[in-house]
């Protein structure tokens, strides 16, 4: 933005009132306010030839590899106004690494791309009001301490007077004697053998 010779005499005057609050004349007034005013379009003007820009570097991105010449051209414009490379710029700049020109600007976007992503994780952090402490790495090598074991304590449903099961009835498992031999395979029983044929006939 530039000024002419008039307006640089008023900014002047503008800001040696701001220092030394002086009663102004209406004349003075009006040449603020008119500054002021060419200072806003001056602005608006900016942002419209900002938008036409971005516009046909979309334009000339959507039409490459044919439009390089002119698509790095006009990305160069953009990042010298202020322009963060997006997505698509990235990748189209990989996707044309082989030329030396757009290498380069490959490398210029990628340091831009990773400065604003920290700058809005700064901004982020900053309004969210995170202030917890990072967890502390553990060193190699080093030794964790054994986890403690957790304990049984009296209390619990027995000791708010609910009542205990019935205990098992008969001798515990370990005092039951051990069956003999003879009892768990009791002796088989000899066969015993027909009478002769002369007693089953005179019977």
């Known amino acids: 933005m530039a000024f002419s010779a008039d307006e640089l005499r008023v900014l002047r005057g503008a800001l040696a009132i701001a220092l030394h609050p002086a009663p102004l004349q209406d004349e003075d ?3 603020c306010l008119r500054l002021a005013e060419s200072v806003d379009e001056a602005v608006r003007e900016a942002g419209r030839l900002r938008a036409f820009l ?3 570097l979309a334009r000339y991105r959507e039409a490459l590899p044919g439009s390089l ?3 790095l051209g006009l990305l160069r414009d953009a990042l010298t106004a202020g322009y963060d490379p997006g997505v698509d710029d990235l990748a189209a700049l990989r ?3 082989a030329n030396p020109a757009a290498a380069e600007l490959l490398a210029r976007c990628q340091i831009l791309a990773e400065r604003s992503v920290r700058a809005r994780l700064a901004r982020v952090s900053q309004a969210t009001g995170s202030t917890a402490p990072a967890a502390a790495p ?3 090598g080093a030794v964790l301490a054994p986890r403690a074991r957790l304990l049984a304590l009296p209390g619990g449903r027995a ?5 205990k099961p019935n205990p098992p009835s008969g001798p515990p498992p370990g ?3 051990v069956p ?3 009892e768990v395979f009791p002796p088989r029983r000899r066969p015993v053998p027909p009478p002769p044929p002369e007693e089953r006939v005179a019977g």
């Not at 000791?159 to 009542?163: F, I, L, S, V």
């Open 54 to 56: 971005l516009d046909d």
């Open 159 to 163: 000791a708010a007077g609910e009542p």
């Open 175 to 177: 005092d039951r004697p």
């Open 138 to 140: 553990v060193a190699a």
């Open 29 to 31: 007034v009006q040449d």
């Open 95 to 97: 996707a044309l690494r």
């Open 69 to 71: 010449a002119g698509y």
């Open 180 to 182: 003999k031999p003879s």
